[in-house]
Antibody
Framework: EVQLVESGGGLVQPGGSLRLSCAGS????????MYWVRQAPGEGLQYVAT????????YYLGSVRGRFTISNDIAKNSLYLEMNSLRGDDTAVYYC?????????????WGQGALVTVSS | QSVLTQPPSVSAAPGQKVTISCSGS????????VSWYQQLPGTAPRLLIY???KRPSGIPDRFSGSKSDTSATLDISGLQTGDEADYYC???????????FGAGTKVTVL
């Protein structure tokens, strides 16, 4: 069974940093593009970042480019999101998601989410 | 402001059918297929439709998707109370080089 489990969320002050982790099981990260998607309180879904399993391609939402970094550790079958210079509008539940078998991106498995709250 | 436009809400009685539209442009839906996601209150989203019309295993055939030019549609037939949720369309946008979600449509079963 495929599982994704996020960790590392919490309360951080504006301008601070946080690192989210997503541990995968039941499949190998080496074979799948992976994504981070967030959802602000009461709002819709928003794409944050994605990466190719070999790390040669990474793409970001414009408003996080230069502040957030997506990475993985294939040996640990884990995905990460390093978040710096955090702002209030980064407050959200952050989900990791696996790209499925379709021709285009489609998220066939999601984690339970990690809440990040940016506030003083 | 999303590049994909969905109606904020739709509603129908149990057993009826609802249709959710997702309107985009040549840089997203016009050039790529659409996925649809269901998000029940307090839970993570679930993939309902991928590659415009395909269903993952375990998704009932009451859910169907289609695409025409720069628009896509999700139909839910035989509506059930358990279908009350938020529904999102999504696809890659070639100009933004980013994945785009619609703002979501809340389905209410009357």
């Amino acid at each position: 069974e495929v599982q994704l489990v996020e960790s590392g969320g919490g309360l951080v002050q504006p301008g601070g940093s946080l690192r989210l982790s997503c541990a995968g099981s039941g499949f190998s990260l080496s074979r799948y593009w992976m994504y981070w998607v967030r959802q602000a309180p009461g709002e819709g879904l928003q794409y944050v970042a994605t990466m190719k399993p070999d790390g040669t391609e990474k793409y970001y939402l414009g408003s996080v480019r230069g502040r957030f970094t997506i990475s993985n550790d294939i040996a640990k079958n884990s995905l990460y999101l390093e978040m710096n210079s955090l702002r209030g509008d980064d407050t959200a539940v952050y989900y990791c998601a696996r790209d499925g078998v379709g021709v285009g991106p489609d998220f066939d498995n999601w984690g339970q989410g990690a809440l990040v709250t940016v506030s003083s | 402001q999303s590049v994909l436009t969905q109606p904020p809400s739709v509603s129908a009685a149990p057993g009826q059918k609802v249709t959710i539209s997702c309107s985009g442009s040549s840089s997203n839906i016009g050039d790529n297929c659409v996925s649809w996601y269901q998000q029940l209150p307090g839970t993570a989203p679930r993939l309902l439709i991928y590659d415009c019309y395909k269903r993952p295993s375990g998704i009932p055939d009451r859910f169907s998707g289609s695409k025409s030019d720069t628009s896509a549609t999700l139909d839910i037939s035989g509506l059930q109370t358990g279908d009350e949720a938020d529904y999102y369309c999504g696809t890659w946008d070639n100009v933004l080089s980013a994945y785009a979600f619609g703002a979501g449509t809340k389905v209410t079963v009357l």
